[in-house]
């Protein structure tokens, strides 16, 4: 409660330097009526003369109601505790028919638990770990959709959020929140939400471009302060080594336009970049990796045209540094998703290099990087966006690359494969992929047959299952790979 009112303190602070007294700030009302002040403006960063109302994480939640629609920010900005507060009070309260929608959230997920079937039912847009096994289930659904069309189903009302939960900075003097780590689809569910509620995290750092909220567009704030959630720092194994020397050395050149996402191969990619010049970032999401390069002199965003001089991106989760490294930092701006993996947009860039990995790769290119068979395990994310838009690139030097591991490193079973599993899903189609790279090699496929695609998919396979593939290839084309 001491945290509460300090947040509330601070926001009353806040009001009085804005000259946005209690005379003038409209009253707070708990029905949804509330929001209505959309009348006057649905742009999350115009300020509006109304206040939210600080609040426990119990007394927020107290909004949602059963056959409600609630939308969850995701990755590090995850509201972890109040999911954990909204899954207690819906089952304390007999609520049923409730809709959680969101992109990759971290932590655990409380509603998809089995015991919450008929209260929750989760819906992603793209999936984590914490959610596949209630999928698989068919407790929870799934949705196929490209990264840069999430924001669609917010504006054209196929989902309409009721309650928005979402996790921010405090406010500045001016009253603006930042987004931190995550505008990608937030904005706008924020937008299109009846009511909104801010988990208020003095450890969110605070961005710009897209990411700046004022406080006028949330209901109720909960201060939570805790560390966001980490990922990423682990060393790369040796086959990832080898992937990331192999695309620096060859793919890369200078003042190119990168994106990637993050792990250990986009750290490895990144590792050998350090004699590079003049590179770019334009992502959806980036790793820690690209730290050591801003402050080499290697990552300059110099030959963008668009947003030049600056990282651009639109999520981000990684190691602590990371969060140190862009909280308050001009030389990055976070934009909506349907900006940064906009195919106009991402054809713009100079040299653009789209590197993404894939679950399995079949001998003719097709690119399966959703679904391990039928189970789903991820989305289909930004991938043919920037795949897409690197091939289309207006200077005609972009590089759209899938790079995998050879083998399953559990299994030992191969990553090229003969024909995708039994309901796997085509994700990258076979003529989107220009390279794939694996640690045996480089595989050019644009404009190749199909023979001539199976013969260099053959050569960067492992070698211990090249002659399979090869016998593979055969009864499927009639005829032997060939360059």
């Known amino acids: 409660m001491a945290a509460v009112q300090r947040l509330s303190d601070r926001f009353c602070q806040v009001l009085l330097k804005t000259n946005w007294g209690a005379s003038t700030a409209l009253a707070h009302k708990s029905n949804r009526q509330s929001r209505n002040y959309f009348t006057y403006s649905r742009e999350p960063a115009q300020p509006l003369p109304r206040e939210p109302k600080v609040v426990t994480p119990e007394e927020a939640v107290k909004c949602i109601k059963s056959n409600d629609t609630v939308f969850l920010s995701g990755a590090a900005s995850t509201p972890i505790e109040l999911a954990a507060v909204m899954t207690d009070f819906a089952k304390g309260n007999n609520l049923k028919n409730i809709q959680v929608c969101h992109m990759h959230t971290e932590g655990p997920a409380p509603y998809t638990d089995p015991e919450c079937e008929g209260i929750f039912r989760s819906c992603s847009f793209f ?11 068919g407790r929870s659904d ?3 959709i490209f990264l840069s069309e999430i924001p669609l189903l917010f504006e054209r009302k196929i989902f309409r959020p ?23 689809c937030v904005r706008a569910a924020i937008a299109n939400s009846e009511i909104v509620i801010g988990h208020v995290n003095e450890h969110m750092p605070r961005t710009f471009g897209d990411a700046l909220v004022h406080q006028s567009h949330f209901d109720y704030v909960v201060p939570i302060n805790r560390p966001l959630p980490a990922h990423g720092g682990g060393a790369p194994h040796e086959n990832e080594k080898k992937i990331g020397q192999l695309i620096a050395s060859n793919l890369i050149d200078d003042g190119a336009t990168l994106q990637m996402g993050i792990g250990s191969l986009p750290d490895a990619v990144l590792t050998n970049l350090t004699d590079h010049k003049d590179l770019g970032i334009h992502s959806e999401m ?17 030959k963008k045209p668009l947003s030049t001089g600056k990282i651009v991106s639109s999520f981000l989760i990684g190691p602590p540094e990371l969060y140190d490294f862009v909280d308050n930092n001009p030389f990055l701006e976070m934009r909506v998703v349907n900006y940064t993996n906009s195919t106009a947009i991402i054809a713009q860039h100079p040299k653009m290099t789209a590197i993404n990995s894939a679950i399995e790769v079949d001998l003719t290119g097709q690119v399966c990087s959703d679904s391990i068979g039928t189970r789903m395990f991820s989305g289909f994310g930004g991938q043919v966006d920037f795949i897409r838009g ?11 690359i899938i790079a995998l591991q050879s083998v399953n490193a559990k299994t030992g079973d191969s990553k090229i494969v003969p024909m995708l599993k039994p309901g796997a899903g085509v994700v990258t189609s076979r003529a989107h992929v220009h390279y794939v790279v694996t640690e045996n090699g480089i595989a050019s496929l644009f404009g190749k047959t199909l023979r001539q695609r199976a ?10 299952h090249r002659e399979a593939l090869e016998k593979a290839a055969f009864e499927r084309l009639k005829c032997m790979p060939a360059p």
């Open 286 to 302: 980036f790793s820690g990796g690209v730290i050591e390069l801003v402050r080499r002199g290697c990552i300059t965003n110099n």
């Open 390 to 400: 690197a091939a289309e690139g207006l200077d005609g030097k972009g590089k759209p």
């Open 127 to 137: 999936m984590a770990a914490n959610v596949r096994k209630a999928v698989a289930e």
């Open 162 to 184: 009721n309650v928005s939960i979402v996790q921010v900075s405090p406010p500045d003097e001016h009253g603006f929140c930042s987004l931190g780590t995550s505008v990608d």
């Open 142 to 144: 799934a949705v196929p």
């Open 455 to 464: 013969h260099a998919l053959i050569n960067v396979a492992h070698p211990s």
